[in-house]
């Protein structure tokens, strides 16, 4: 099993820490070998800004993404940048009050791409209060469609990397994502 995993968003909106939460999952509570990658635009919020998750049960021998298996979309430019990339049925997940999906229809049917849409930004705000944790609502969304690393896994690497003081209210944030109905 061989996984890639690409966020996409802007600055400011958690999409490092996403990456590295998610890393950190697979490699120190899954047991498994994760490498991740990160880029971003000069500015320190706002401009572009990406992160790489590959997770794997065997050697990784090439650290950079090519084609994902899974592409998070958290901002219209990043789906706009990046949708081309992924890979044939490769899954698509955006928050679709942030990110439009009517420019790239004809490749999702092309591709037989499977699209979920998660508004993880109206749901850190409403639900949780908090805006800055739509990035973990967006893990528990990803765990949920994915499996690709565990519920324990996800909640020890969160509990891990957040601030101190804020673990109970970001893993509400990650409950909530992950009791998201997609049926």
């Known amino acids: ?30 047991r498994k070998n994760s490498i991740q990658s990160q880029s971003y635009g000069p500015e320190a919020r706002g401009g572009a800004s990406k992160s790489e998750v590959i997770i794997s049960d065997e050697e990784i021998n090439y650290p950079k993404i090519q084609n ?13 940048k990046y949708h081309t990339d992924l ?22 049917e092309k591709n037989e791409i499977k699209v979920y849409q998660a508004k993880v930004t ?14 973990i609502v967006m893990i528990g969304v ?9 519920v324990d896994s996800a909640k020890k ?5 957040v ?9 509400k944030a990650f409950d909530a994502g992950y009791n998201l109905d997609f049926n």
């Not at 990803?142 to 565990?150: G, R």
């Open 142 to 150: 990803i765990t949920k469609i994915t499996n690709i690393i565990s």
């Open 68 to 80: 994902p298996d899974v592409l998070v979309a958290i901002s219209h430019e990043a789906l706009l």
């Open 87 to 108: 890979k044939r049925n490769g899954i698509l997940i955006v928050d679709p009050d942030l990110a439009h999906m009517s420019e790239i229809s004809e490749f999702i």
């Open 1 to 30: 099993m061989k996984k890639e995993i690409r966020i996409g968003g802007f600055g400011g909106q958690g999409v490092i820490l996403s990456g590295v939460i998610i890393g950190k999952a697979a490699a120190l509570f899954d």
């Open 163 to 171: 601030p101190k003081g804020t673990e109970e209210k970001n893993i």
């Open 157 to 161: 690497a969160i509990i891990d990397t």
């Open 122 to 135: 109206k749901i850190a705000t409403e639900e949780i209060g908090l805006r800055i944790v739509a990035n």
